[in-house]
């Protein structure tokens, strides 16, 4: 089974600054990591496909990069509404497997 | 509009059985693998199973091996989990996705709550 390590497993910031959340898988899984939005109370979201694909509809502050084991999300500029809990997801190798998710928070 | 609905969640005891259901409708439901996926309460999320587009494969976390099969019905653009020998640890809210062809879960449903408990 492939594990996914996120960093942070929280964060407080400030609106309008920069927040980058970092993605470990334990082994390669090439470009095939997903990133999720999950709000309180709301099912998850799809923010960006593929490592670093964007969405339709998805605001172009978060983008993505990274491969084979180090993925990075980031959002540019965070808004109030940003507030949620983020997840990375890998396809490359059933058991499909969840990052532990990160939790940020507006100050 | 493109949209999965969950049903079938309630209260069972341990050992007990749930069957849930999520309705598709706004695409072709037939042309998509599709997934469960499960959080319990104040976690993270877990994939629980996935079947092919014709139901010919699925696949199953470890943790729900011999206790939970997934199903579906392409003429009713229905997804199925049948539950069986419940334990405390299966509490959590399920919610059916759709997979993309990337492997992405791209539509969710709202999810439905499965408590297990005496």
């Known amino acids: 089974e492939i594990v996914l390590t996120q960093s942070p497993d929280f964060q407080s910031v400030t609106p309008k600054e920069k927040v980058t959340i970092t993605c470990r898988a334990s082994q390669s899984i090439g470009r095939s990591l997903h990133w999720y939005q999950q709000k309180p109370d709301q099912s998850p979201k799809l923010l960006i496909k593929y490592a670093s694909q964007s969405i339709s509809g998805v605001p172009s502050r978060f983008s993505g990069s990274g491969s084979g084991t180090d993925f990075t999300l980031t959002i540019s500029s965070l808004e109030a509404e940003d507030a949620a809990a983020y997840y990375c997801?890998?396809?490359?190798?059933?058991?499909?497997?969840f990052g532990q998710g990160t939790k940020v928070e507006i100050k | 509009e493109v949209q999965l609905v969950e049903s079938g969640g309630g209260l069972v005891q341990p050992g007990g059985s749930l069957r849930l259901s999520c309705a598709a409708a706004g695409f072709t439901f037939r042309s998509y693998w599709m997934s469960w996926v499960r959080q319990a309460p104040g976690k993270g999320l877990e994939w629980v199973a996935n079947i092919k587009e014709d139901g010919s494969e699925k696949y199953y976390v470890d943790s729900v091996k011999g206790r939970f099969t997934i199903s579906r019905d392409n003429a009713e653009n229905s997804l199925y989990l049948q539950m069986n020998s419940l334990r405390a640890d299966d509490t959590a809210v399920y919610y059916c996705a759709r997979e993309s062809g990337s492997g992405a879960f791209d539509i969710w449903g709202q999810g439905t709550m499965v408590t297990v408990s005496s």
């Open positions: 997801h890998q396809s490359s190798s059933l058991p499909w497997t």
